[in-house]
């Protein structure tokens, strides 16, 4: 058994590959056509436009390996199917669910280089990718880093410790320099939000150098008009889906100590977990469907019924997590329940077989 084990592996792992090579190379030549109106802008050159995109990559492997592994599995198995080799497995005495078993484990020791380059890899590629592109495409950006973001605005030097989406900032200091470059007020807020055109600091400190004294007050709220556009904030903010387990758990742990709003970052989190282990039930899937109704047919159309089945799941997930946060929903219970569900439609299948 541990013979056709390693034959099962080698075959499905290939296949997965090659499935996993295809989608990668699609999205990449999609990345590359979003990319191409920002050349030009500021110093973001041909190259600095393929360097980002090519540190997005290790990303775009872990989000669609899913997919892949549904490909792979449907591919491979049916290759298998059609050489009549599962037929000869089957008469030797390997059950069907034996031959799951067989699956699941090429499918764990595949979770684990997954797991590692999307927890390892990823994250710290985003991080650089985002950092390259920024600076390139505004001029005004004079430092990023993971511990936050200086941004000029005329005589303004903007800092920002922590960026919680487009429209939200938390942890923010603002210098106001005369025409003779002398420091006339610093300005610490809790947090902003941008709203009709302005944004809103909250709990803000400010302290006034005058000519002949230094004046402090504090403010429960202060309106500004002129501070960071949304546009520059998308250019810089690390989404959620791009950050590792553990910075998505320090940072919902700061935005539940300031009672900020971390929805989203609760999904990210669990999905973080269900990622991977929705590939294991993508190749379970992929059993049912090579010995039940797609036992007969050719590889194109085992691939594209795969296809829709895989990027079905994919969007099902994502609608599922959108309508979660719109409703309030357990994250972990709306994370989970797409790849629950499709299991459970895949044991159902597998004992009609």
Known sequence: MKILDRYIAGVVVVATGLA??????????????????????????????????????????YEFF????????LTGMGMLAA?????????????????????????????????ALGEGVAPVA??????????ALEKRISFISGHGLWVRDESRYIYVNRIIDDNQLADLSVFEFDDRR???AATRAGNAGYQSGQWTLHDVHQTLFEQDRVS?????????????????????AMKPEHMSIRDIRQFVAYLEDNELYSEQYRYAFWGRFITPLSALVMLFISVPFVFGSLRSVGSGQRIFIGTLAGFGFYLA????????QVYGLNPLAITIAPSLLVLMLGVRAIRRI
């Open 66 to 73: 899913p997919t892949a592994a549904l490909l792979g599995g």
């Open 20 to 61: 996993l090579l295809v989608i990668v190379g699609l999205d990449l030549f999609f990345s590359i056509i979003n990319q191409v109106d920002d050349v030009g802008k500021g110093t973001y050159s041909v190259s600095r436009m393929l360097q980002y995109v090519a540190l997005g990559l290790p990303r775009t492997v």
């Open 317 to 324: 997930s994502q609608v599922a997590g959108q309508m979660g």
């Open 182 to 184: 002398e420091l006339v």
């Open 83 to 115: 050489n009549s080799e599962l037929i000869a497995m089957r008469a030797g005495g390997m059950s069907v669910w034996r031959i799951v078993r067989s699956l699941l484990q090429v499918g764990l020791v595949m979770l684990v280089f997954i797991v």
């Open 126 to 135: 985003d991080q650089v990718g985002q950092r390259l592109r920024a600076v």
């Open 216 to 236: 402090t007050r504090r403010q429960a709220m202060m309106t500004w008009p002129s501070l960071l556009t949304p546009e520059l904030i998308d250019i810089v």
